[in-house]
Each structure stands twice: as structure tokens, then as C-alpha cells.
């Protein structure tokens, strides 16, 4: 207790910081009022430029067809962007989002300092961690992982390979100009990313694995797919 106290007391609110280059972007992520009707912001549907959790419905693919909120952590080190890959990169998708999800047009410098603060976002260690390594389930998972071919579109260090494939989980609600291909999402944070899938639809990744079949899990025990999940927690 003794060392929150102390820490608490060398922060004042009141202190002058520079305006970084960062800082001015998370400002700018962060700023309802440059709306056109000045109560939405980025970070409305993406706190702490990560996810709401929620499905929100687009334009960028037509309507009535929403999608789950997707974290931007690495978005700057893949490409395309998008639950379909509708934009070709993070930086196409922030200027896109001005213009088409809060209906402005703003100078290039407003998109541009989004970016730096969006390519600047470090992923949070897990919290499945045990001592800033993985835990011997982990381990195993990890082991089942590479077997398994999970890497081959998973691929590390960001566990994406930029490839978009069809995957058969088109919903009743998936309609729109594509084809049913989804682009790989990045596993590092996957312990915070809940819900899962495009649409949401498995709340934990036991039901990714259980109910939707993803990967080939049908050869996979309980406990081994237990294993697998310990693991991609971990990233």
C-alpha cells in the first residue's frame, strides 16, 4: 500500500506534458465533437482503441449485415482491414471511418495523427501468463497449435498470415457484396476479444472450437482443446 501512496503522490494532474505526436492522435481518437453531430467519437465502439465487445452495422458492406467491433492492436502491421478485408489497410479504414461512420471530412493531418497513435499500440502481456511465461497447459496447447496447422494461417509473430478465406460461418444476417471470405484475425489479446467469430456468435473460445468446428477439432480431445485455449490466452 505503501508503494501505490507513494506512486499516487509523484502524479499531479496539474503537471505540463509535452503534446506528442502519440498523444495528439489519442486525443484526436478521442474526440466526440469532430462528429457531425458531435456525440460520437472512435473510441465510442473501440475503448482503449481495442473493442466494445458489440456488433455495429456498417456501410462498408452494405446494411444489415453488422459485424463485431475488432481490436486495433498490430492493425497498422496488417493487412487489409475489416472483418472482409473491405479496406486495404488500417490507414484506409481510419480515413474511411471519419468519412463514412461519423460523416466528416477532415484535413489530412487529423487521419494522419490517428495513425501514429494506432501504430504506436503495444499489446497487453495476458494475464494466463504465469511469471511472463506459459503455463505448462500452454505449453502443450501451444505444441497442439503448430501440429494441428493452427500457425499456418495463425501465423506468428502477430498470428495472421493476411490471408482471407471462406470459412462457412455465413449467418442468416451476412449479405452484402462479398463472397463469404473473411480476413485471419490476429490472436495476440485473443483473452480480451470476446465475443468471437465475425458476428459475435461464440462468447468464449470453447465455442469457436466446440460448437462452429474451427480448425480440424474433431480429432482433439476435451483436455487437449482445453490446452489449446490455455495457450491462445497466453498470446
Not at 87 to 104: C, K
Request: aromatic residues 10%; negative net charge; hydrophobic residues 35%.
Amino acid at each position: 500500500m505503501e508503494g501505490l501512496e507513494q506512486q499516487v503522490t509523484q502524479w499531479n494532474v496539474t503537471d505540463d506534458l509535452d503534446m506528442t505526436d502519440i498523444r495528439q492522435g489519442e486525443m484526436v481518437f478521442c474526440d466526440a465533437t469532430r462528429c457531425f453531430q458531435h456525440w460520437q467519437s472512435c473510441v465510442s465502439c473501440h475503448p482503449g482503441a481495442r473493442s466494445d465487445a458489440l456488433n455495429w452495422d456498417l456501410g462498408n458492406d452494405g446494411m444489415g449485415n453488422d459485424k463485431n467491433t475488432k481490436s486495433f492492436v498490430h492493425s497498422f502491421d496488417l493487412a487489409p482491414a475489416m472483418a472482409t478485408g473491405v479496406r486495404a489497410d488500417a490507414a484506409t479504414a481510419v480515413r474511411a471511418g471519419f468519412r463514412y461512420i461519423q460523416f466528416v471530412v477532415v484535413d489530412e493531418e487529423v487521419p494522419a495523427a490517428v495513425d501514429t497513435y494506432l501504430s504506436g499500440l503495444q499489446p497487453v502481456p495476458s494475464p494466463h501468463l504465469v511469471n511472463g511465461q506459459l503455463s505448462q497447459a500452454a505449453q502443450r496447447g501451444q505444441s497442439l497449435f503448430e501440429f494441428q496447422g493452427c500457425a499456418n494461417c495463425h501465423t506468428p509473430p502477430f498470428y495472421s498470415n493476411q490471408m482471407s478465406y471462406t470459412m462457412g460461418t455465413l449467418g442468416p444476417r451476412d449479405t452484402g457484396p462479398y463472397d463469404g471470405t473473411w480476413d485471419t484475425p490476429t490472436l495476440i489479446e485473443c483473452w480480451r476479444s470476446a465475443p468471437y467469430l465475425h458476428d459475435g456468435r461464440c462468447a468464449t473460445l470453447e465455442e469457436v472450437f466446440t460448437q462452429e468446428g474451427h480448425g480440424l477439432m474433431s480429432s482433439l480431445s476435451d483436455d487437449e482443446i482445453s490446452d489449446l485455449i490455455s495457450f491462445i490466452q497466453s498470446l
